[in-house]
């Protein structure tokens, strides 16, 4: 009898930004990613048949075994050994017979009882009775390990941060003769933010992949094969936009992978380098979804021929929580994602794109309550100008114009337009009458160069915008974008 086991990490992002110490954050990143490679073999030992692995990467397991032993043994083993390498994870299991059924059908409904598994509640094996001492970041307890007083997940973490085997991957592929240097990480997240005090978080996601595992998992040798090429895909394209950012970043690393596996990229940055990361890493996922095995089973069971991703970058300083941080980079990936569907051509992929937000304050809200406190600055009128898409596309702006149009802003003429743009910016929030006499009085006091400037970043576009409120339309300007971008590329605050 054959059977077909998956395993489902929970609360990954809750482990991993569990605190804003970047080698707590690093340690359980590369703790994650040996949950469903090292942690899954070392389970099943002489048992483990690499043939037999269909998914194991980005906390999702999905095997075939051949006896109901077997399987029973790592249904058993398999979550306690988990538990006990990475406390504070949790992890959910099923199991589907493969004997005599559709391999359709049984993806199916292995998929469906992982969803129901989620929602079961897990037994919390470090939460600890009252009255112990708990840690003042992380309010677990505390116990003694090698000679000093913190908590199991965070001696867990620590004993991994050291680990490179995520960063080998993301940097220059597994199989690459090029090694990571690991003394070229810092621990110290203000090494990474260089002279204005901005990292990035970006979460890239592709589109559309629940639908073609759909019609490409009839067939489960086939099923493996597109799930292992994908996730080639996916670090490939990770290894080129390294690639593109590497002379940019001196004797320090900038970049930090904390998920990479599947279709997911989630990394931790230097806000300078980060639109160039994101945009290089969407471009090269199209292109290497395209190609070799996998390029042939998405023209053959589909008709497309490549997969596409979209993707959030959120800038924020280097003392603002980073599970806030990833939360609206995720959100952000959510809006570029539903947008890229919305004007999707018939018989087109969902277009590649990017959304990013600049956290200015100290407010720990979603998107929407972003977008309704700050961007719309009057009813009918929006600040939100993306997405930013890699083609051009009508009415939206690409990722190489919006670039483009903050190297303009660096020009003699530039820094008059920033100054009378800001205050623009702050009129809007007051009034549209003082806003439009500030922009007429621009226009009459800059050159033709300056006042080309202005009026491409106050012209306005229709827009669809979704807030907390719900879907509206609004005139929509790219000025804050442009400013915003241009401030965390080009402008100085402390020393490197």
Request: neutral net charge; aromatic residues 8%.
């Amino acid at each position: 009898m054959n059977y077909l086991y998956g395993a489902s990490v929970q609360g990954i992002q809750d482990f991993i930004f569990q605190t804003n110490e970047l080698k707590d954050i690093v340690g359980a990143s590369e703790l994650v990613a040996e949950i469903c490679t090292r942690l899954f073999r070392e389970t099943l030992g002489s048992c483990y048949r690499d043939d037999h692995l269909y998914i194991g990467a980005a906390g999702n397991v999905r095997y075939r075994f051949d006896d109901r032993e077997s399987c029973q043994r790592a249904v058993r083993d398999f979550p306690r050994r988990v538990m006990t390498e990475a406390p504070g994870i949790t992890i959910s299991q099923a199991v589907v017979e493969l004997d005599g059924r559709d391999e359709t059908r049984a993806i199916d409904d292995l998929e469906t009882k992982l969803k129901e598994q989620r929602n079961c509640p897990q037994p919390d094996l470090i939460i600890g009775p009252l009255g112990v001492r708990r840690s003042g970041r992380t309010g677990l307890p505390l116990v003694s390990t090698e000679g000093k007083e913190t908590d199991l997940t965070t001696a867990a973490k620590t004993r991994h941060n050291r680990s490179i085997y995520l960063a080998q991957n993301s940097f220059y592929g597994r199989e690459s003769k090029e090694r990571v240097e690991a003394e070229r990480f810092p621990f110290d997240v203000s090494r990474m933010t260089e002279g204005n005090d901005w990292l990035a978080i970006i979460h890239a996601d592709g589109n559309g992949l629940g639908q073609v595992v759909q019609r490409v998992g009839h067939d489960l040798e086939q099923y493996r094969t597109f799930s292992r090429e994908l996730d080639r895909a996916t670090e490939r394209a990770a290894n080129d936009a390294f690639r593109e950012i590497e002379g940019e970043m001196g004797g320090t690393y900038l970049l930090r992978p904390i998920v990479l596996g599947g279709d997911d990229m989630t990394a931790i940055i230097s806000g300078r380098l980060a639109i160039d990361y994101a945009t290089a890493f969407i471009r090269r996922f199209e292109y290497h979804t395209g190609e070799g095995a996998l390029g042939r089973i998405l023209r053959q069971e589909t008709g497309m021929d490549r997969l596409t991703a979209c993707a959030g970058v959120a800038f924020i300083k280097s003392s603002y929580p980073f599970h806030y941080g990833y939360r609206l980079a995720e959100e952000l990936c959510g809006v570029a994602k539903r947008e890229a569907k919305r004007l999707r051509g018939e018989g087109e992929s969902v277009p590649a794109c990017l959304m990013y937000h600049k956290v200015e304050d100290s407010y720990v809200q979603s998107y929407g309550e972003i977008v309704d406190r700050a961007l719309m600055p009057l009813p009918g009128v929006s600040l939100v100008y993306g997405p930013y898409f890699l083609d051009p596309r009508e009415g939206y702006t690409t990722i190489d114009e919006l670039r483009a149009t903050c190297d303009s802003l660096t020009s003699t003429e530039g820094d008059g337009v920033r100054s009378g743009l800001r205050q623009w910016l702050s009129l809007l929030h007051r009034g549209e009458g003082a806003a439009s006499q500030h922009l007429e009085r621009m226009r009459m006091v800059y050159g033709a160069k300056g006042r080309a400037m202005v009026d491409q970043l106050t012209r306005p576009t229709a827009r669809r915008v979704t807030s907390a409120a719900g879907r509206s339309g609004v005139r929509a300007y790219p000025a804050y974008d442009v400013l915003s971008l241009y401030g965390i590329l080009n402008l100085v605050t402390k020393k490197r």
